[in-house]
């Protein structure tokens, strides 16, 4: 170059540290970008530089930087490995405690990782499951509604009487191994009765997740949970998974820290005006109205003893995940699938979160005080407390 950006000189001469961030070209897969993702590496100075011909006989400035001691560990292994094929030993994760916490369950596993604990140890007392166990007295909805009369996909929204429900349109797009559009209500998806197949752009909720996963041990907030690959705004990342049950069976003495309230109507209210909905809260008739003055949610999830690995993914004021209700096996409101799906593009290895919903001063203990947790999850805008 005829006068060389020496900004990197500069820097060293002043020691005044830079901050690298390194690009991964990211392979196309299913339910992955193709593209490039960026990952921030921290802190660096610059050591030396000089001067020399590159490849195409131009005049090429090198500079040599070294890492500076006292920050988290580097992504960048982890992201090369993840990004272009799968380790050939599983032993090459830092930290493993558990090559799959899924036990074969999903299609693909879940490690476990613990760089806290001394002696590193896995989640205990826990049996992961895939599918929805329902408590005794549960008596679920036994009539699916009618379904479209669709064949192999759902293709015309005119037509399609899944689609009617949602407003006239699909909630989805294909792209990048299907998005929703944005935070609905309540999503209308293709049921039992319906004529279109696995496929159907409808049924995006209903599939396998197919990220990249890893179960990790925080310093601070227990265990929480991370992707190794892009997850695209509006992707689902799962379903909350656990025991079935009413509320009201819930053992107060017992730690009910993985249970999960089957609220639609504070998602559809947008956890108090914290969560953005682009549409009206509107319900068709035939679903039948929420008591907006109900103290009470009749049911719940809980995951204490079963679960998948929904029960992992911690708190934040936030988050990159929100919480979706939808229905497709039936159309009672009140037990609603529960999907978390991605709120903004999410890079890889950065922890998933979402709000847990909790209004301050709404828990209360075995001795009917008011219980207080505080939040540790770091955001900007945190409000300093779980409850």
């Known amino acids: 170059m005829e006068r060389g950006n020496l900004g990197l000189k500069n820097c060293m001469e002043q020691s005044i540290p830079v901050r690298v961030t390194r690009g991964h070209q990211c392979r196309k897969t299913e339910n992955s970008y193709a593209g490039k993702v960026y990952t921030y590496d921290g802190l660096y100075k610059v050591v030396k530089y000089w001067a020399e011909k590159g490849v195409s006989g131009f005049t090429v400035y090198k500079f040599r930087l070294k890492r500076l001691d006292g920050q988290p560990p580097l992504t960048t292994n982890q992201v090369h490995f993840t990004r272009g094929r799968i380790p050939n030993s599983i032993s090459e994760i ?69 689609a009617k429900l949602n407003g006239g349109d699909f909630p989805y797009v294909h792209n990048h191994g299907g998005r929703l559009i944005e935070p609905k209500a309540v999503v209308f998806e293709c049921g039992p009765n319906c004529g279109c197949g696995s496929d159907c752009v409808n049924r995006i909720s209903q599939r396998p997740p197919n990220y990249r ?64 909905r682009l549409r009206d809260v509107t319900l068709p008739s035939h679903v039948g109205k929420v008591d907006e003055t109900s103290e009470s949610v009749p049911f719940c999830i809980d995951a204490g003893q079963t679960g998948n690995f929904a029960r992992f993914i911690n708190h934040s004021c936030q988050p990159n ?33 979402y709000d847990y919903g909790y209004a301050l001063d709404s828990v209360m203990g075995p001795d009917g005080k008011i219980r207080q947790m505080p939040c540790y999850c770091g955001a900007a805008e945190c409000r300093k407390r779980l409850f």
Request: glycine residues 6%; negative net charge.
């Open 94 to 162: 830092r930290g493993l405690v558990c090559e799959d916490i899924t036990g074969g369950l999903e299609d693909t596993p879940i490690p476990v990782t613990n760089l806290v604990d001394e002696p590193p140890i896995p989640p205990t007392s826990f049996t992961y499951i895939k599918d929805m166990k329902f408590a005794k007295n549960i008596n679920l909805p036994t009539n699916a509604p009618p379904g479209c009369n669709c064949r192999g996909k759902c293709t015309d929204p005119r037509t399609c009487a899944c």
């Open 213 to 276: 996963l890893e179960v990790f041990r925080t310093p601070r907030m227990g265990w929480g949970v991370r992707s190794w690959d892009y997850i695209p705004s509006g992707a689902p990342v799962c379903e909350y998974i656990g025991l079935l049950m009413k509320t009201d069976d819930l053992d107060p003495a017992a730690d009910n820290s993985y249970v999960f309230d089957i609220d639609c109507l504070q998602t559809m209210n947008a956890l108090d005006g914290r969560e953005r």
């Open 321 to 353: 995940l929100f919480v979706q209700c939808v229905l497709s096996n039936h159309h009672d409101i009140k037990l609603a699938r529960v999907i978390l799906m991605a709120a903004d593009n999410i890079p890889p290895l950065k922890e998933l979160t």
